[in-house]
């Protein structure tokens, strides 16, 4: 293989699920239960930097400046990228997120699928979008669907090769934006990882939600078909609460939401009520993403200034996939 001289960057955005990825058949390789629907997002994104270099000892890892080579997860994944490069050079990475680490705004989705595009790149592969997709996804499931820009779908698959993402619509039809509320920097109490584990082997309502997941996702594929906001928005919160249950239900239970989270959950109910067409969707973290129209960003700010900053309201239009720079 050829390795690049120079640094090959990348640069990810995050990807929000609106039919959710919770759980998997395969925990090493990373192969879900269901298959998931995403809105990548313009405004959070990670750009990384990637050189492999036969002079260096051991790999040296820069996340924002700070050194996290210790990371199993990220050593792991470069071992990845050369076993398929049929290499040995450790690499050089430095990597920049745009994106509250750690905060339910899946700063995992966008890392892993720079690195897997930027290291791919530096170690000499020229992968497809699909292969860049497989590879991004045994870094983190969600970043499976960062590689593309829009609407976009994991396919759950069986297998290392059967399981990836694909794009469903870019760029897309519909006015459609996300305001995420950003409650909580902190790192997650539970990661996404331990919580899905314990929701399939714990919860009772487990198999129920794969079930409804299938009919959610047809459900959601329709409405972006039809450009029909409403019926997006009120399947993505109806799915995304439908993985909340799992966490509520499993044993021990446990729980994303924090106080603030549900205020925010019941200003937009309230808003609804109104008439005001918006709806909510949660991760593995207490921030909650409002999804709604252009023209009622204002309104749902404003609803929410007397408890928020300005600072805490981050408006998102559809993002683009993958870009080398
Ligand atoms: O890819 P992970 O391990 O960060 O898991 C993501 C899980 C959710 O964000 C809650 C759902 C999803 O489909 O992104």
Redesign the pocket.
């Known amino acids: 293989m050829h390795l690049s001289n120079d640094f090959i960057t990348a640069r990810a955005h995050t ?3 609106l ?4 759980g998997k058949k395969n925990d090493d390789l ?1 192969i879900p239960n269901n298959n ?1 629907l ?1 809105l990548t997002l313009n405004e959070f994104y990670t750009e990384t930097s990637v050189k492999f270099d036969n002079s260096l000892s051991k790999d040296l890892v820069l996340l924002d400046d700070h050194d996290i080579s210790d990371s199993n997860q990220i050593i792991n994944f470069l071992d990845i990228i050369r076993t398929k490069a049929n290499i040995n050079a450790s690499a050089y990475v430095k990597s920049y997120n745009h994106v509250p680490t750690s905060a ?1 705004l ?1 700063s ?2 966008s890392g892993f699928a720079a690195l897997a595009a930027a290291g791919s790149k530096a170690a000499g592969l020229q992968l497809s979008l699909t292969e860049m997709s497989k590879l991004a996804r045994r870094g ?6 960062s590689i593309f820009g829009g609407f976009s779908e ?1 396919i759950k698959g069986n297998t290392d090769n059967d399981s990836y993402g694909k794009s469903i619509q870019d760029p897309v039809a519909m006015d459609i934006n996300m305001i995420a509320i950003i409650l909580d920097k902190k790192p997650k109490k539970i ?3 331990i ?2 584990k314990r929701s399939v082997e714990t919860s009772p309502y487990y198999n129920a939600w794969t079930k409804q997941t299938e009919i959610d996702l047809i459900k959601a594929k329709e409405a972006i078909k039809s450009n029909n906001f409403k019926a997006l928005g009120q399947v993505a919160e109806s799915n995304s609460m439908r ?1 909340h249950a799992l966490t509520m239900s499993a044993d021990p239970s446990f729980m994303y939401f924090n106080q603030d989270s549900i205020e925010v959950i019941n200003t937009v109910k309230n808003l609804r009520e109104n008439g005001i067409d918006c709806y909510f969707t ?3 973290g207490p921030n909650v993403k409002i999804i709604c129209q252009s023209a009622d960003i204002k309104i749902i700010k404003n609803k929410l200034a007397n408890k928020f900053d300005e600072n805490q309201m981050v408006v998102s239009k559809p993002g683009r996939g993958i870009e080398f720079i």
Do not use: E
């Open positions: 990807n929000i699920a039919i959710k990825y919770w990373i998931s995403s339910g899946a995992s989705a983190s499931g969600s970043a499976t669907r994991w990661s996404s990882r919580g899905m993985m949660m991760d593995a």
